[in-house]
């Protein structure tokens, strides 16, 4: 069975089937870990797998070289990686003074078209997979950040926020015993 | 909280979108992925794998089929049984992975059983089966689909998956409904 994967070809994928595929998948681990809080660690977890591979992806095609400063590296998420793989621009706000931390802002987030969140799932974090997304993303370009929800339009807030800090740059680890 | 007071928009307020969004392959393929990788871990066997997969996409297929018929077909269902074969085959095949299915077919020996037959699956496109594990066909998740939107269309149907000229979805209706359709067409 030789599958060719036609790699280079920028083809798309349907938005619903992807937004309901995501709905099945977080339907599914709501029925198998039953707390919120197991769900959004899951997803996260995820999403970190995802953010590993993909960033690979992401340096191979989008010919983006290394960011001078955080500011460029928000740009880059919003105008760059999130347009190429979710078609979508949020928009980068609310920095801190040190200039370590800004919030992504989305008004149409993909994931949670036809989602609403029943009662009793308050603390449920819907589209936590950004979150390992980004991390896992960054991480492989030497930086930790931490990603947490702000704001999340299935709660009723008119955007979904997202707040990115830089915690340290990371080097590259020697493995134990090799020096 | 204050989300008691806070205004959850509903969904039935909102117009439904044209379907015209769409996201790069590799995000939806790295998503399946971490799906199929997830439901491994939860399994001991190859068809408890695909049952599973096939659940998820049961869950997709329910939600498709009435977007998919107030959008395509004015709100109209199929009755008949050809022209949802059809339907599948084209409308629905094109609007999820962007081109018909490469071929429809009955069985020669049971009218209850067609055949759907695709080359490549959109989700077997970055999917390595492992040796040990050969006879997995990840479409199990295109089965659950298909086999969703038939229940929920009134056409109750087992939908399975198999290696053969790519991957073939063997389509096996219950009996009513080939009697139902025989009188229809009576008509």
Redesign the interface.
């Known amino acids: ?1 030789s ?1 060719q ?2 790699r280079g ?10 937004t ?6 977080v ?3 709501l029925r ?1 870990y039953e707390d919120d809080e197991e769900v959004n660690k ?1 997803l996260e977890k ?1 999403g970190y ?2 953010g590993v ?2 960033i690979e ?1 992401f340096l191979a095609r989008s010919n983006t070289g290394r960011c001078n400063d955080f500011r460029e590296t928000a740009d880059i998420i919003s105008k760059t990686a999130f347009k ?4 979508i621009t949020p928009v980068v706000s609310n920095w801190s003074a040190a200039g370590d931390e800004f919030s992504l802002l989305m008004e149409n987030n ?1 994931l949670i ?5 029943p009662d009793g799932h ?1 603390s449920l974090n819907y589209s936590n ?1 950004f979150c390992g997304v980004l991390k896992g993303a960054l991480e492989m370009v030497q930086m930790e950040v931490d990603v947490k929800f702000v704001q999340d ?5 008119s955007v979904t926020e997202l707040r990115l800090k830089f915690i340290k740059r990371l080097e590259d680890a020697v493995p134990v015993g090799e020096d | ?1 204050s ?1 008691l007071q ?6 039935l307020d909102k117009p439904l ?1 044209k ?10 393929a ?3 992925s ?2 199929v ?2 439901c491994q871990n ?1 399994v001991y066997t190859v068809p408890e794998l695909q049952n599973k997969l096939s ?3 049961q ?2 297929g329910n ?2 089929l009435d ?1 998919l018929f107030v959008r395509e077909r004015g709100f109209k269902r199929e009755v008949k049984l050809l022209n949802m074969l059809l339907f599948i085959k084209g409308n629905f095949w094109k ?4 081109k018909d299915a490469d071929k429809l077919e009955q069985a020669n020996d049971d009218e209850r059983t067609y055949y759907i037959i695709e080359k ?1 699956p ?1 989700v ?3 999917i ?2 492992p040796k040990d594990k050969g006879s997995l066909n990840c479409a199990a998740f295109t089965a659950g689909i298909i086999e969703a939107v038939l229940n929920g269309a009134n056409f109750p149907a087992k939908v399975t998956v198999h ?1 053969h000229k790519g991957t073939t979805f063997m389509i096996k209706f219950e009996e009513s409904v080939i009697a139902r359709d025989k009188l229809v067409d009576g008509r």
């Open positions: 069975m599958r994967a036609t070809d920028p083809r798309k994928v349907n938005g619903e089937l992807f309901l595929t995501y709905g099945a998948l339907a599914q681990l198998d899951q995820m797998n995802i591979r993909l992806d190429m793989y979710l078609g993909p078209d036809f989602v609403e969140l308050n997979i339009q299935l709660k009723g807030d | 909280m989300g806070r205004q959850k928009a509903s969904n979108s379907g015209k969004a769409e996201v790069n392959v590799a995000t939806f790295l998503m399946f971490e799906i990788q997830y939860r659940d998820l996409g869950h997709v939600h498709l977007i609007t999820l992975f962007g490549e959109l077997n496109k970055f390595s089966v290696w």
